[in-house]
DNA sequence: TCCGTTACCGAACATTCTGTATGGTAATAA
DNA sequence: TTATTACCATACAGAATGTTCGGTAACGGA
């Protein structure tokens, strides 16, 4: 990929990160994003057809790397079928929120939360589904499997944002535990 | 209230609640809602100072009243105290859903689900910190109150979302059992 | 180092939407 | 009946969108 691109791109996407922590989405308009970034017009419409496309790259950039790394932990159930105590799932997530790149975190807590929480919960349950696929954990409670699938993702996501209004007082072993504590009566 | 302006208020709710169910809230132009509803510009504006004004006032007419209704209802602790077989002040809500005017179900499975699932929760909230205020149930379990409470709320309004996604196959009452399952060992 | 390629810029453009203003008309409530 | 007022049609300025185009310079391969 040419330098020249890769600097546009990347421009872009700063710009447009630093705007979505102080900005509502939907009032920022391209005209603020290639200000902020220093690009020409026709620059930002070369690399992206709209705005809400630029949302969508952002968010795959983000959530796409932090959900692959977790695919790659070994699933819940080897956790409590060998004995070994590594660490949940979740709190790995926890934990490396805090230390991604271009602040995921700023963004989770701005004014536009609502928009990256929602990309947060649409990646995080295919993740879900993988780990407790094939467990058996989940039919013991005769719900229905993608109900709780989809209700475990939501409630650590509502977790993360309840975290986060709160002025992430908690340490992520803590809020691991709440979170443990509120999904453990079903898996 | 002189019966234009009642005219003119209804005509841009339902033609604006109409879009909504096949539109993307966020491409419905003011110019689309009052060719729908047909009326003059000038009166939309003078009804309502934006597109999103008009929203939140949909919404507060939504879900202001049926959450209102819910309000009157005895607390929760009720139930399990007096051993009355009232039904669950969830179940109450769920019936409502499906007997409100203007369709409100629609809305919460159109395309737009999000901005309506969004204010049922803030309003839920309200309604379940009422619900559950000084029953010391929540207390037992050692989690902070309102982290219950908005998981509770949360955890409602997607059991709903769920259920509308999946073509509400279910009763009201057998999804109001699911949702006890739930939070069952929670209060 | 040279050269063809290509990303970028600045500027201009038509188009669409917004929010406001105005003067005339007709429904309303008292 | 009468004064009020909500409404309409129209026009308008301002802003944002998405596209086009010719010129410039940075780039990567040879």
New interface residues.
Partial sequence: MDRRQRKSREAIFTAFTRLLEKQAY?QITVQDIIDEADVGRATFYAHFETKEYLLKDLCEELFGHIIDTAMGLPHEHYHYSCGMTTDSVFLHLLRHLRENDRNILALLSSRNN?IFL?YFKTNLKKLVKTQFADTGKLKE?K?PE??LV??IS??FV??VS?WLAHGTKETPEELAE?FE??IA??V
Same sequence: chains 1, 2.
Avoid: A, C
């Fill in positions: 939907h609502e929602q409670s719900l993608d109900f989809n209700h939501v409630s509502e977790t309840w709440y504590r509120i009566p079903l």
